[in-house]
């Protein structure tokens, strides 16, 4: 199939397909005659691994280093667990990093009228550098 076909059967654009190609995260297409790349079932295959793995918010290295266990048929499962809760943890900081931010705009938009008045404290909150990180280097403790 043509990288058109192969990006509707796998989720995947053709953009990223050849992004993917061009940082070896898939190998290289196999040619057509004209010079068209072209795909084998097994390649939508992970095409669509690569797709699962980020929507779950794996970065590209993790995924390629999924990829390989995935790949390796005599891969203790250990390794792919641990990668698994790495992720997690990863997870569960930016939850809390999200939360922060939530937390923050929460205060600021209470403490603002949204009236006619001119003052803001949501962007009296924006322009002060500190309000924000220091949020973020409290919840971090």
């Given at each position: ?69 995935w ?52 962007l ?6 500190s ?11």
């Amino acid at each position: 199939m043509n990288i058109g076909d192969a990006a509707s059967a796998s989720g995947v654009s053709a953009k990223m397909i050849r992004h993917y190609e061009e940082i070896g995260l898939i190998p290289a297409a196999s040619r057509s005659d004209s010079g068209y790349r072209t795909y084998a079932e097994r390649d939508v295959h992970l095409l669509r691994f690569i797709r699962q793995g980020r929507l779950l918010g794996f970065s590209m290295k993790q995924i390629a280093e999924l990829i390989g266990l995935w790949l390796d048929q005599s891969r203790p499962s250990s390794k792919v667990k641990q990668l698994a809760l790495t992720h997690i943890a990863e997870l569960d900081d930016k939850i809390k990093e999200l939360q922060a931010m939530k937390g923050t705009l929460e205060q600021l938009a209470c403490h603002c009228h949204g009236d006619a008045r001119p003052e803001c404290p949501i962007l009296d909150g924006l322009a002060k550098h500190s309000v924000l990180s220091q949020k973020f280097v409290e919840e971090k403790r």
